[in-house]
């Protein structure tokens, strides 16, 4: 079994400031975590993912992520948000393969303020 | 560069019409997905295709039928459409022999309005 969670559905930042959006997980077997971005009346697009290798995940347009077993977290951040960052955010985690199992976080919406 | 195409972007049904949702993607991929995204629910899966002809039922498949005759093609049907199922539907496609992440490639939605 496996679930996710976004501890929370809205963030707003000032631009120049630090971005954090916060995923945990559960999964009974070793998954793969996925950051998306999905911009308004847009598809999903891939910013990150962690498949076992390093935990200090890097990804597009300066987001980062660290998958910190201990904690089941996979947490989004930015050193400094710009306005095209404004969309929202989506944590996933996978089972690969065959069958694949996907499980998508409710999402956060990141609002930047000039 | 690789792509999943949604055909159309936005369509205006009326109650009772039946609806045709058509996703082609051109990586080869087994894997094919229909996701259903309204606000405040996330995205929930409505069928995946883990192969041609092939399909199982995801979270709420109730109302939706699905269908894959060619392997780049997985199209979603709505036998009479209902106002509850004004929605964004996402398509996704994947490969198994990704064996290490499963990443989901998406196409750009469409945007459903029933009237």
């Known amino acids: 079994a496996q679930s996710v969670t976004q501890l929370d559905s809205h963030v707003s930042v000032s631009e120049g400031t630090p971005v954090l959006l916060r995923c945990n997980y559960s999964s009974s077997y070793s998954p793969s975590l996925f950051w998306y971005v999905q911009h308004p009346n847009k598809g999903l697009q891939l910013l990150l993912k962690?498949?076992?290798?390093?935990?200090l995940v890097k990804g597009i347009n300066g987001f980062e992520a660290e998958f910190k077993k201990s904690e089941t977290s996979f947490h989004l951040t930015k050193p400094s948000a710009h306005m095209s960052d404004a969309a929202e955010y989506f944590c996933?985690?996978?089972?690969?393969?065959?069958?694949?199992?996907?499980?998508f976080g409710t999402g956060t919406k990141l609002q930047v303020i000039p | 560069d690789v792509k999943v195409t949604q055909s159309s972007r936005y369509l205006v049904k009326r109650t009772g019409e039946k609806v045709f949702l058509e996703c082609v993607q051109d990586?080869?991929?087994?894997?094919m997905f229909w996701y259903r995204q309204d606000p405040g629910l996330g995205l929930r899966l409505i069928y995946f295709s883990y192969d041609v002809k092939m399909k199982e039922k995801g979270d709420i498949p109730e109302g939706y039928s699905v269908s894959r005759e060619k392997k780049e093609r997985f199209s979603l049907i709505l036998e009479s459409a209902s106002t509850n199922q004004t929605s964004m539907y996402l398509c996704?496609?994947?490969?198994?022999?990704?064996?290490?992440?499963?990443?989901?490639?998406f196409g750009e939605g469409s945007r459903l309005t029933v009237l």
């Open positions: 962690y498949t076992s290798a390093a935990t």
């Open positions: 996704a496609s994947s490969s198994p022999g990704d064996r290490i992440s499963g990443e989901l490639f």
């Open positions: 996933v985690v996978s089972r690969p393969g065959g069958y694949q199992k996907v499980t």
């Open positions: 990586m080869d991929h087994e894997n």
